[in-house]
């Protein structure tokens, strides 16, 4: 893939030629306030444009209870892989068209006034590209699921399923 589709809308997954990478992931959920949400996690798992992984599961669940309408979703990293911990920012994980996604993202969201949750956990080998991230979110009002001890945002899969949205605290 040489560039993301300008038009991110609807049910939507957008991957690499490869299908390693997976930049977008867009749901729409029932509802008709027409609130947006953006989830910023460490790296995709599983899900694509028809079928959801449990972390899907889950975030579409907490930003239904929250009132969202549509759920859109980047990562840190592209790299779809289910143990974070083999990931590095020097393997390309990270790499150009993942920022791209980020920007794009970011737009979006700033076009809909809608909210951005950051949802990437605790990571001790991605802490150079958490910084990166968050310098590009400093005009943004942050939620996140709470804090884990290093104070980075938790993972949704690592909270009650009750827990709600909350501001991130820089």
Not at 2 to 27: C, D, E, I, Q
Not at 39 to 57: H, K, V, Y
Not at 89 to 118: F, K, P, Y
């Amino acid at each position: 893939m040489k560039s993301l589709p300008h038009n991110m809308t609807g049910r939507l997954a957008v991957f690499s030629a490869s299908g390693k990478n997976r930049y977008w992931l867009r749901r729409n959920l029932t509802g008709d306030t027409g609130k947006h949400v953006l989830w910023i996690m460490m790296n995709p798992s599983r899900a694509n444009d028809t079928s959801n992984d449990a972390t899907t599961t889950m975030t579409t669940n907490i930003s239904r209870r929250h009132g969202y309408d549509v759920h859109g979703v980047v990562n840190l990293c592209a790299v779809i892989e289910a143990d974070s911990t083999k990931l590095t920012a020097t393997d390309g994980a990270c790499d150009l068209l993942n920022d791209q996604a980020i920007n794009r993202a970011l737009s979006w969201i700033r076009r809909q006034s809608g909210d951005v949750v950051i949802a990437w956990g605790a990571s001790k080998h991605l802490k150079q590209r958490e910084a990166q991230v968050l310098k590009q979110l400093r005009r943004h009002n942050l939620l996140c699921l709470g804090h884990n001890s290093d104070g980075s945002p938790r993972f949704p899969r690592a909270i009650r399923r009750d827990v709600n949205l909350t501001a991130f605290i820089r």
